[in-house]
């Protein structure tokens, strides 16, 4: 062990260790990024990308701001891609649909493009992760920070994937990183650059603007009474510093819209959320004044927050709610995080708790570290759309920050059972991947594995409609006539090339059906007939099909059932026990 921490602390060594590991997590992402097909949001993401490129408007789907989709549509511009020429839509899968026409016999391979450049982001990210956490803690902390990275099934799960979601956690640790070099440096430069990063993270994804109080935190926790912070810097200075920071954002935030619609006065809106709403009952006088950002920014953060305000179905442990849970994300890490992930994040809290005494720093440190975790999971649990562990993703650097000064107190002499606790813990962590290339449907052992997983959590958590190329595989080595069939994706399943049709809704009848988790567990939900049209199912429409064993499981995401006539009786039958009080027979 001596051995291996010296080589470590050298600089060759050490960057040797990072660079397998980063290696590592890229070929794994890069495989599954070729074996799954385009998941739900993914199918519009990289479509809207590429009309940004080619026509330099960004309203054709403001959920989400530009900079990642545009960034994943990028290689797409060398090549013979094209867009199709969508109607600008109210329905973002209208222009993953146009793309799919213009593009029938290259579409997977343009998205397996887009995916490329978001494992480029997560590489990216963890090479910061270890440079963050060698300064923090040595290089052996950092080893084992980038080791959790690369070995977490969540991050795999979306770094294979063209969504958002990784790298907005990417943005997050490099914002608070930038942060707290600004904090304890407090020079002109460590403000411009945080500024840039944060205007960034801005255009990533709209979740970035917790990271502005969670950077004046972050200020204040560093430098109030911090006896290591020499120099004192005139008020008028730090006010100068921050104004520099924000104006910077600012500035990137509104060149990544290409300053379109900027400074429009609040009377040229109309906003729905309750936040925005405010500005419209302001005083006439005050409605004059021009607003600093982007038009399609506003419109589109509005249009979030609308929509997370509603209500939502939301799934937990087979219960429904409209409202959501305030334990979701507490849950939804208990089920989804390894074991042994968990059992070190448990070793470092009691670390953390026992040296608190003897050294003010690590408090500091600490509050640094949770505050991005406390937020972001406080402001999610309070939401009603709860919908996967990745609108919580940008906790987990920050986890794996927490986690790695354990590296620093592997001693069998001094420290024999933490030692011996940390080295079973990490060495069962690669164990966590042999699900690959499903690492989005993972779930824990003690959870029940993703086998389970629908039981506790469903959309994204376990099936956001990667498994289609697995159902068109099975079905050309099983051939059906016209089966049932219920699809959690917008990718319309035409594409199967095979028939099929709607399953009847709340009661079974004969014949063959490949129904998604998400379906399976009653999540109401617009499915795509065979002629590409809507097809509405209610609240557990489909629940029935809970009561069969399925012939093949494909993947975690999509079950097959054969039911047979008799098959079809014995649900009747348990039906009509159930409603006479009896206990049914399978």
Not at 27 to 56: F, I, M, R
Not at 199 to 227: C, H, S
Not at 229 to 241: F, G, M, N, Q
């Amino acid at each position: 062990m001596t051995s291996l921490t010296q080589r470590i602390q050298n600089p060759r060594g050490f960057w040797l260790v990072i660079s397998i590991l980063l290696l590592f997590q890229f070929c794994l992402g890069l495989y599954s990024a070729q074996k799954l097909s385009v998941t739900h949001d993914e199918y519009w993401h990289l479509p809207v990308g590429l009309l940004g490129w080619k026509t330099g408007r960004f309203d054709y789907d403001r959920l989400n701001p530009p900079l990642i989709r545009s960034w994943s549509a990028l290689p797409l511009l060398f090549t013979s891609a094209r867009t199709g020429n969508p109607e600008h839509s109210s329905d973002p899968a209208d222009y993953g649909d146009a793309f799919l026409k213009a593009n029938p016999e290259l579409d997977h391979h343009y998205y397996v493009l887009g995916r490329v450049m978001i494992l480029i982001l997560a590489t990216a990210s963890g090479l910061l992760l270890a440079i963050w956490a060698r300064e923090l803690f040595g290089a052996p902390a950092a080893c084992l920070a980038v080791f959790l990275w690369t070995m977490s099934p969540n991050i795999l799960a979306n770094a294979a994937l063209g969504t958002q979601d990784l790298a907005i956690a990417g943005f997050f640790l490099a914002t608070v990183y930038c942060g707290w070099k600004f904090a304890l440096q407090d020079s002109w430069k460590w403000a411009l650059i945080t500024g840039a990063v944060l205007g960034l993270a801005q255009i990533t994804k709209y979740t970035a603007i917790l990271l502005v109080p969670i950077l004046i935190l972050e200020w204040f926790l560093l430098r109030i009474k911090n006896p290591d912070i020499k120099s004192e810097t005139a008020r008028k200075t730090i006010l100068a510093r921050w104004g520099a920071l924000f104006l910077v954002s600012c500035l990137v935030l509104n060149a990544g819209y290409l300053f379109q619609g900027s400074f429009q006065p609040i009377r040229d809106y109309q906003f729905h959320s309750s936040e925005l709403k405010l500005l419209n009952q302001l005083p006439s006088l005050l409605q004059s004044l021009p607003l600093p950002l982007p038009r399609d920014y506003l419109l589109g953060f509005d249009l979030q927050r609308y929509i997370m305000q509603q209500s939502h179905p939301t799934y937990l442990d087979m219960e429904w709610r409209l409202t959501g849970f305030r334990s979701y994300y507490v849950y939804t890490l208990i089920y989804k995080l390894p074991h042994g992930m968990q059992l070190l994040l448990i070793l470092a809290a009691f670390q953390w708790i026992k040296q608190r005494r003897t050294t003010f720093l690590s408090l500091r440190l600490l509050g640094v570290l949770l505050t991005p975790v406390l937020l972001l999971v406080g402001i999610a649990s309070l939401s009603n759309n709860q919908l996967g562990l990745r609108y919580i993703l940008p906790v987990m650097p920050f986890l794996f920050l927490l986690i790695a000064p354990l590296a620093e107190l592997i001693d069998r002499e001094q420290h024999k059972v933490l030692t011996v606790a940390v080295i079973v813990a990490v060495l069962s962590l690669p164990f966590s991947l042999r699900f690959a290339p499903d690492h989005l449907a993972y779930f824990n052992e003690l959870s029940g594995g993703p086998e389970n997983g629908s039981f506790h959590l469903i959309d994204s958590n376990i099936d956001w409609g990667q498994d289609l190329y697995r159902l068109k595989a099975y079905l050309e080595e099983h051939p059906v006539d016209n089966p049932g069939l219920a699809y959690f994706g917008t990718i319309p399943p035409s594409t199967l090339g095979t028939a099929y049709r709607v399953p009847p809704e709340l009661h079974p009848e004969p014949g063959t059906y490949a129904i998604s988790a998400s379906l399976l567990q009653g999540r109401p939900y617009s499915i795509r007939k065979m002629d590409g049209s809507r097809h509405n199912l209610g609240t557990d429409a489909l629940g029935y099909f809970r009561f069969f064993e399925p012939t093949a499981r494909l993947g975690y995401s999509i079950n097959v059932y054969k039911l047979t006539p008799e098959d079809v009786y014995r649900w009747q039958n348990a039906v009509n026990q159930a409603r006479m009080g009896l206990m049914p027979s399978r």
